[in-house]
């Protein structure tokens, strides 16, 4: 962190900030990013004052990048139609609440439905409180449970669920099928890295990259432990879900929610 101060610092030199710019809050909220991204973010913040018609550029401005730069260009023209603008909310409120109710997780920085990016029609941010270089086992745990908030919300609110959890239920499992084929981390597999095989025999069964036990074990254990953590996170929603629906119902008056006005509306609502 006090490396990115200190790049911030430089890049940050011929640029008018405003008193209320505090570099120390921008190098703690872009955590994970090089040298080059923040070089990046300090041009894109001032772009933003210039356009926006300020002298200075200002803390807001500065965030504005950071999420740009993590989470992609905000498109405004996208428009939702209110039933699908409904469901984003809840699944973005989900993930945020799921993170809330989960010991350990990175606090949520910011809640969002306007669409960004390429794909995201709504996004919850974490920021995290420092560099990581790597994860217990225990942590990568909160971070499948996180994943699976926003389709475990869908399902408490709708009793049905959508594609717009693809992404994560995706990323969820392939954290998983990790764990259990390179971390060494599986019940049967503890410690061992479970090696792939070459099939040989050109045109016949194609190649795969397990013997079929291994194989057939690896997508059971993968499906359970996802089955098994889902229904754990959908409970915990259900048991909460007035802290869910207060949530969601601001997200959708507001479109954007700090990450300390959702902190105030989960303390209030959140029964544990
Ligand atoms: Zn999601």
């Known amino acids: ?16 900030l405003s ?3 505090d570099l120390n809050k921008i190098a703690q909220a872009s955590a994970g990013l090089a040298g080059a991204d923040l070089a990046n973010i300090a041009n894109e913040a001032a772009l933003m004052a210039v356009r926006g018609g300020r002298k200075a550029v200002t803390q807001a401005d500065f965030e504005e990048a950071i999420e740009k730069s993590v989470a992609g260009l905000e498109r405004k023209s996208r428009i939702l139609n209110p039933k699908e603008r409904e469901r984003v909310a809840y ?21 969002s439905i306007i669409p960004r990016g390429f ?20 942590e990568l ?13 869908e399902e408490v609110v709708f009793g049905d669920i959508s594609t717009g ?31 792939t095989t070459q099939s040989g025999i050109a045109g016949v069964g194609g190649s795969r990259d397990y013997s079929e036990k291994t194989q057939e074990y690896i997508d059971n254990e993968t499906a359970r432990i996802v089955n098994e953590r889902y229904e754990i996170v959908k409970a915990n929603l259900e048991k ?21 006005r ?11």
């Open 1 to 16: 962190m006090k490396g990115r101060y200190e790049i911030l610092k430089i890049h940050t030199r011929k640029i008018t």
């Open 19 to 21: 008193d209320d710019v």
């Open 91 to 111: 699944h973005e409120a989900g993930h945020a609440l799921t993170a809330y109710l989960t010991e350990g997780a990175e606090p949520v920085s910011k809640i």
């Open 119 to 138: 794909g995201a029609l709504g996004y919850t941010l974490q920021y995290p409180t420092e560099d990581r270089f790597l994860l217990s086992e225990s």
């Open 141 to 153: 745990m909160i971070n499948i449970d996180t994943l699976l908030g926003g389709r475990a919300a």
């Open 165 to 195: 959890a693809g992404n994560d239920i995706s990323r969820a499992s392939d954290l998983v099928r990790r764990m259990i084929t390179e971390f060494g981390m599986s019940d049967r597999y503890r410690n061992i890295t479970l090696p």
């Open 240 to 260: 909460n879900k007035e802290a869910l629906l207060t949530i969601t119902s601001e997200l959708l008056e507001d479109e954007v929610l700090s990450g300390d």
């Open 262 to 272: 959702f902190e105030e509306l989960a303390k209030s609502k959140v029964i544990g």
